[in-house]
């Protein structure tokens, strides 16, 4: 999870590196998920409390607009 205004640099330095894949946080409703987290010993999911999120929907497409990752 990092600061939501680094994600579209960043991609853009990860396909100026050579690289063609990223991975982007997925939990779009973690408090409401009655799975365990493996974080905290209690697990719980508090690890993301107060945390910026995009959502994956949002971000993935985003990251596509600034890089050449739907170019034919």
């Not at 939501?4 to 779009?28: C, H, K, N, Q």
């Not at 697990?43 to 409390?49: D, K, Q």
Request: include cysteine; glycine fraction near 4%; proline fraction near 10%.
């Amino acid at each position: 999870m990092i600061e939501p205004s680094f994600y579209l640099p960043l991609a853009r330095a990860v396909e100026d590196a050579g690289y063609d894949t990223m991975v982007v946080p997925d939990s779009i409703c973690y408090r409401r998920s009655p799975s365990r987290s493996t974080f905290n010993e209690d697990g719980s999911r508090e690890f993301l409390e107060d945390k910026p999120f995009i959502e994956p929907f949002t971000l993935i497409p985003a990251m596509g607009a600034v890089t050449n990752a739907c170019a034919s």
